[in-house]
């Protein structure tokens, strides 16, 4: 007996408690990959926080060394960012325990995104035909890669300058920015999850395409009304400055582009595939 047919008689014979069951020892892999990373990330406190979170903070920053070097090769001394104007403190009594907790359990979860994507798989793949498995091969590290380019371009590129910007934003000199650590962390976590989870955009379009809800005609279409929506959410997402909002628009709308190809890609092959049916009917009468 085949595998894949011994696969789908199993999975014909499961009930619906069966099911549970099996989406809960799913479930409670994926929590316990990320309690041990984020454990892991509590206990390298120093690292964490004084390399990774706070690194945006700080002058010395990769980004702001890139910049200056761009600055100094162009000679355009307003690239250089060599001063950040504020000061992070703590006004709660439990306020850095707290974000110290909140951050590690972040710090996990990104770091175990994979291996929790990878079990939402195992529970969702088995469920699909064969063509539809065969389809989304690779999903998991296509996702995996989004995920992890998306949460880098918001943290090298979105976090820095969107921060250099808050800092030096000021109504008057006599008021100083003296940012509170939970402003400063939920700023920045929210600017790398969001552009991680935009980044996922390829990858909804291709389950979209596969399932026939939208193709690349459509997408065409709509390109203007998506500008605007990815104009929007970037607004949203991101400080209200101009340079923030384009930098996070354009990545995105280049994955929307690459959308439009992914979607004609799916209508070529699923056009060869109908041709050659065709043809093999035609032969066979």
């Not at 309690?35 to 945006?56: D, E, M, R, T």
């Not at 209200?240 to 930098?247: A, M, T």
Request: hydrophobic share 55%; glycine share 4%; proline share 4%.
């Amino acid at each position: 007996m085949a595998l894949d047919q011994y696969q789908d008689e199993e999975e014909e014979g499961m009930s619906f408690l069966d099911h549970l069951e099996a989406l809960r020892w799913h479930l409670l892999r994926s929590v316990s990959a990320i309690l041990i990373l984020s454990v892991a990330a509590f206990v390298a406190k120093s690292f964490v926080f004084g390399v990774v979170i706070l690194g945006p903070s700080k002058v010395d920053f990769v980004t702001y060394r890139w910049l200056c070097n761009v600055s100094d090769y162009f000679g355009i001394t307003a690239l250089c960012i060599d001063e950040l104007p504020f000061t992070i403190q703590n006004r709660q009594m439990t306020g850095q325990f707290t974000m110290h907790m909140t951050s590690s359990f972040v710090v996990g979860f990104i770091a175990a995104f994979p291996f929790v994507f990878w079990e939402i798989w195992r529970f969702i793949s088995p469920g699909l035909y064969d063509q539809e498995r065969n389809a989304a091969r690779g999903a998991v590290f296509f996702v995996s890669l989004l995920f992890f380019l998306g949460a880098a371009f918001g943290y090298y590129i979105l976090s820095p300058l969107s921060i250099n910007f808050l800092s030096n934003y000021q109504l008057d000199p006599s008021i100083l920015n003296e940012f509170d650590i939970t402003s400063y962390i939920s700023t920045l976590t929210m600017l790398v999850l969001a552009s991680a989870i935009m980044f996922q955009l390829p990858v909804v379009v291709y389950f979209l395409a596969m399932s026939g809800l939208v193709s690349s005609a459509m997408l065409k279409a709509y390109r203007r009304h998506a500008i605007v929506v990815i104009l929007v959410l970037s607004a949203i997402i991101t400080p209200p400055d101009v340079i923030s909002q384009v930098l996070i628009a354009m990545p995105i709308l280049v994955l929307y582009e690459a959308g439009i190809q992914i979607a004609k890609r799916l209508e070529r092959k699923r056009a060869i595939k109908q041709a050659e049916e065709e043809a093999r009917d035609a032969m066979g009468d």
